[in-house]
């Protein structure tokens, strides 16, 4: 069981219960008196103050003083009369375990959705109650923020929080300044943070609580700044499930599911890998990563991912996979895929008997051709590097240096398609694929030359082509 005690909230709601708690004409005094919660004496103490909101705040101060188990009674001695406050206080009571302490019933949930249910409609109530207060003298500083309000919001705003520190690493030197990254955990949800002010590294120990304020939310990650502070604080659990929700490390999602969740959710997917594109580079957050889109689909749907890194180096056509840490994103280019992996991704390869039903997805999509554009740059000479450029005459596949004279021009088009049902749908095409597409429209080859290959695209509009693509083409056929 949880060591706080509950009747804790009632310093937290004092100004609330000021207002609404009911002495005179209730039964509340005489029930406590019943139940031993106050004594013949304190019973008198109260009933001689002549003001009520003294009265409130002294049977307030001695109930905080009484042990745990007795906010039973106080409880039940507001059924029936009071039960409007005793809504509130449970409402409280509920929210403040979630932020200070593990709530039992939090922790017992089985069903994650109605959990969150549970927690957003709490959050409703409570910011209700801080409007009514919001004119007390006694309700000053910060609101006190749930990671799970603020985690989907995309825009840069300052939090302050109550939060378990869940995992610390390493120090490392970036721009001349020691940061190091952690991870962080309420109740509701989890977040990494990117720790940069040194007066605070030493706040920040593993299982540890704190409250952290004036904490910047990118969207992403928080991030401290130079008004930033942390406090050691009370102690509170974190229900193994809420980190597994927040970074999609927990049970995988349906896929049909995936497109209803909203953006910058965190999930699990499994499926068979029906279609994947070759691997590339690409830049993402200003570094330089391995690259591939896949699609994967199980037995309610199919869905394409962008994936990055090592995890891209491991896709592989045909195998079942389970990917963990995938983030469902806003888009630059409708074409993009809406789900993302992670730096935080792992891949798990599962037993081909799984989704043995599904195919390969080999179908020809169709349209036609409405919209181009043409980039050169330069590569390796190995066959095998022609999709990746050379950076500092460096090649991003081989890493191997290429001098001058041996580095070859490539082209790559972003071509247009117009579909059936009017969608325009855009996609890459590597030089092998572009040689053949012209040859399919039995166009001499026009070099490497943009305009040149621009020029021969322009007798093309409009015509119709079929072709297999995952972000990338991989055969076109008329
Ligand atoms: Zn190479």
């Known amino acids: 069981m949880p060591s706080v005690n509950p009747f804790s909230i009632l310093q937290t709601q004092r100004t609330y219960l000021q207002k609404h708690l009911q002495l005179k004409g209730t039964h509340l005094l005489d029930y406590l008196l019943e139940k031993n919660v106050i004594t013949p004496r304190q019973l008198e103490d109260i009933e001689d103050i002549p003001q009520t909101s003294k009265k409130i705040s002294k049977l307030l101060t001695l109930l905080m003083k009484r042990p745990p188990h007795e906010f039973e009674h106080f409880m039940t001695g507001l059924e029936g009369e009071q039960d409007h406050v005793k809504d509130h206080l449970q409402g409280c009571l509920d929210k403040v375990s979630s932020e200070e302490n593990c709530n039992i019933d939090v922790e017992m949930e089985e069903d994650p959705e109605s959990m969150d249910e549970f927690t957003e ?9 801080e409007s009514v207060e919001s004119d007390s003298e006694e309700d000053i500083g910060q609101p006190l923020k749930l990671i799970k309000e603020f985690k989907m919001d995309p825009e840069e705003q300052d939090v302050t929080l109550h939060v378990k520190v869940m995992k610390v690493g390493q120090v490392e030197e970036k721009s001349n300044k020691r940061q190091f990254m952690a991870t962080v955990a309420d109740a509701t949800s989890a977040v990494d943070i990117c720790v940069r002010e040194e007066t605070l590294f ?8 704190i409250i952290l304020r004036n904490v910047t939310w990118t969207g992403r990650i928080l991030f401290t700044k130079p008004s930033s502070t942390a406090t050691f604080a009370m102690e509170f659990r974190v229900p193994k499930e809420v980190t597994a929700n927040a970074f999609g490390t927990g049970d995988p999602v349906t896929i049909s599911k995936v497109c209803s969740l909203p953006d910058m959710s965190w999930f699990k997917l499994r499926g068979k890998i029906v279609k994947q594109s070759p691997l590339t580079k ?18 309610t749907g ?15 056509l045909g195998k079942v996979v389970e990917v963990g840490s995938c983030k469902k994103r806003q888009t630059s280019s409708p074409d993009d895929p809406c789900v993302t992996t992670t730096t935080k991704s792992s891949v798990k390869f599962l037993t081909s008997t799984l989704l043995k039903q599904i195919q390969k997805d080999r179908r020809y ?35 191997r240096q290429i001098p001058d004279r041996d580095q070859l021009n490539y082209g790559v088009a972003s071509i247009d398609i117009l579909t059936q049902k009017g969608n325009i749908h855009s996609l890459t095409v590597y030089w092998t694929q572009l040689l053949k597409f ?24 409009n015509k119709t082509v079929k072709f297999q693509a995952c972000g990338i083409v991989s055969k076109f056929k008329l």
Request: glycine share 8%.
């Open 121 to 129: 409609n709490d959050c409703g109530d409570d910011t209700d109650d």
């Open 365 to 399: 999509q169709r349209g036609t051709l409405v919209g181009t554009d043409v980039t050169l740059y330069m590569s390796c000479p190995n066959p095998r590097c022609f999709r990746y450029q050379l950076t500092d005459g460096q090649c991003e596949s081989c890493l």
């Open 282 to 299: 690409r830049k993402c957050f200003g570094k330089v990563l391995s690259y591939c889109q896949v699609k994967l689909k199980d037995d």
């Open 202 to 209: 030493d706040k920040f120990k593993l299982e540890g609580c």
């Open 438 to 461: 012209f040859r399919l429209f039995k166009k001499t080859q026009p070099g490497r030359d943009k305009e040149k290959i621009v020029k021969t695209f322009n007798d093309l509009w």
């Open 302 to 316: 199919s869905v394409y991912v962008d994936v990055w890194g090592d995890i891209a180096e491991q896709m592989q």
